[in-house]
């Protein structure tokens, strides 16, 4: 083989090594860009449940001080109790002494089960 040629296949594996190298890194550039693009609204979707959850508590503590029970609470009787509350809330399984409220933004749901919290990603049980 000629000088020339070894160094024109030196030049050759060498792009070609390079080529699939880079085209790997696009790929996965590629793809974290995309699985940040699905991330980012999901984890909107999450912290605005999850405020909406925070948001209707205050109220639940005026129902309860109010009635002397959570017993009859629903998103409709807590809107007077404070205003702006999601038109998404659910209030689940309110007693005498408890109650579960959640709300669901595209598909993320974020629950309390005390007035005091905590907010927890997940519905009710």
């Not at 909107?44 to 609470?73: D, F, H, I, K, R």
């Not at 005498?96 to 595209?106: L, M, N, P, Y």
């Amino acid at each position: 083989m000629k000088p020339w040629h070894v160094v024109a296949a030196i030049a050759v594996a060498g792009a070609a090594v390079g080529f699939f190298a880079f085209g790997r890194a696009a790929s996965n550039t590629t793809r974290s860009v995309a699985s940040a693009a699905v991330t980012i609204p999901a984890q909107a979707a999450a912290t605005a449940a999850e405020s909406n959850v925070q948001q209707a508590l205050p109220a639940l503590s005026a129902y309860y001080a109010a009635e002397g029970t959570y017993a009859g609470a629903s998103a409709a009787s807590l809107a007077g109790y404070g205003g702006g509350l999601s038109p998404t809330l659910v209030v689940v399984g309110a007693s005498a002494t408890g109650f579960c409220v959640e709300d669901t933004v595209d598909g993320a749901t974020a629950s309390a089960s005390s007035t005091s919290g905590p907010v927890v990603a997940a519905a009710c049980p």
